[in-house]
Nanobody, 117 residues
């Protein structure tokens, strides 16, 4: 299984980006039953959870992104998304997708998001 993340880039404050993460090699039924998450790591800081889609279907966001970011998935494409609106310089980080299938933990390679003021 490989997670292929894309969609990062450089934007000005107030702009938007949409990150995608495709789970190649993962069985469809495993993808649909997995916990999906997006994390980020800013320079000099620890990796932190940004948003997650739990196995039960609930969605959780870090307080700082509530109302601005939206996590979603397309089961047919085995892809998880992170729509990021009203971006702020504090959102600058490397963003990682994560899938937990109950027995294994998979990580994408990371995609850089840079927000300038």
């Amino acid at each position: 299984v490989q997670l292929q993340a894309s969609g990062g880039g450089s934007v000005q404050a107030g702009g938007s980006l949409k990150l995608s993460c495709k789970a190649s090699g993962m069985i469809w039924s495993v993808f649909t039953a997995s916990r999906l998450g997006w994390y980020r790591q800013a320079p000099g800081k620890q990796r932190e959870l940004v948003a997650e889609l739990t196995v039960s279907g609930s969605i959780n966001y870090q307080n700082s992104v509530k109302g601005r970011f939206t996590i979603s998935k397309d089961n047919s494409r085995k892809t998880v998304y992170l729509q990021m609106n009203s971006l702020e310089p504090e959102d600058t980080a490397v963003y990682y997708c994560n899938i937990e299938d109950g027995s294994r933990d998979y990580w994408g390679q990371g995609t850089q998001v840079t927000v300038s003021s």
